[in-house]
Antibody, heavy 121, light 108 residues
Framework: EVQLLESGGGLVQPGGSLRLSCAAS????????MSWVRQTPGKGLQWVAS????????YYPDSVKGRFTISRDNSKNTLYLRMNSLRVDDTAIYYC??????????????WGQGTLVTVSS | ETVLTQSPGTLSLSPGERATLSCRAS???????LAWYQHKPGQAPRLLIF???SRATGIPDRFSGSGSGTDFTLTITRLEPEDFAVYYC?????????FGGGTKVEIK
């Protein structure tokens, strides 16, 4: 059974940084592309970042490009999201999600339960 | 970006009834790469439908998806108690990936 367990959320001040982790189990992590998706009260679900199976390719929407960095450690079966220059509107529940193949394509076929990030002074 | 508009915002139905949820895209979704997810509070979202009409692994056949281009539909025949949740559509054919605002299916 696929399991994705996010951690690292918490309260951070505007302009601060945070690193989220997602521990994966139940599948061969290194064979699958992964993503981060967030849920905000105002804007619903929003795609945040994606990374290919090898970690060579990564993609971001304009709203986080240059501030967020997705990475992975296939030896530890762990996905990361480094978030810098955080803003109040980055406040959200952050989910990690698995793609159906190694390329960054396809729907999100498994999700974690999320970790809450609150950006506030 | 491709804006997805879901309607209605809330659907009040009784168990056993049929639910029809709509998702309309601001531009044609490439390859009919449209997915539907079910989300319950405090739980991980669950993939129901991908490619507009293909059921994900383990999804009961009372869930079906249809549509192409800009208009897509999720149909739940005979609502079960566990089906009351929020449903989101998502397109992954155009960049950036986008989600609809959700339809809440609540017990009447």
């Amino acid at each position: 059974e696929v399991q994705l367990l996010e951690s690292g959320g918490g309260l951070v001040q505007p302009g601060g940084s945070l690193r989220l982790s997602c521990a994966a189990s139940g599948f061969t992590f290194s064979n699958y592309a992964m993503s981060w998706v967030r849920q905000t009260p105002g804007k619903g679900l929003q795609w945040v970042a994606s990374i290919s199976d090898s970690g060579v390719s990564s993609y971001y929407p304009d709203s986080v490009k240059g501030r967020f960095t997705i990475s992975r450690d296939n030896s530890k079966n762990t996905l990361y999201l480094r978030m810098n220059s955080l803003r109040v509107d980055d406040t959200a529940i952050y989910y990690c999600a698995k793609r159906p193949g190694g390329a960054v394509a396809g729907a999100f076929d498994s999700w974690g339960q999320g970790t809450l990030v609150t950006v506030s002074s | 970006e491709t804006v997805l508009t879901q309607s209605p915002g809330t659907l009040s139905l009784s168990p056993g009834e049929r639910a029809t949820l709509s998702c309309r895209a601001s531009q044609s979704v490439s390859g009919s790469y449209l997915a539907w997810y079910q989300h319950k509070p405090g739980q991980a979202p669950r993939l129901l439908i991908f490619g507009a009409s293909s059921r994900a692994t383990g999804i009961p056949d009372r869930f079906s998806g249809s549509g192409s281009g800009t208009d897509f539909t999720l149909t739940i025949t005979r609502l079960e108690p566990e089906d009351f949740a929020v449903y989101y559509c998502q397109q992954y054919g155009n960049s950036p990936l986008t989600f609809g605002g959700g339809t809440k299916v609540e017990i009447k």
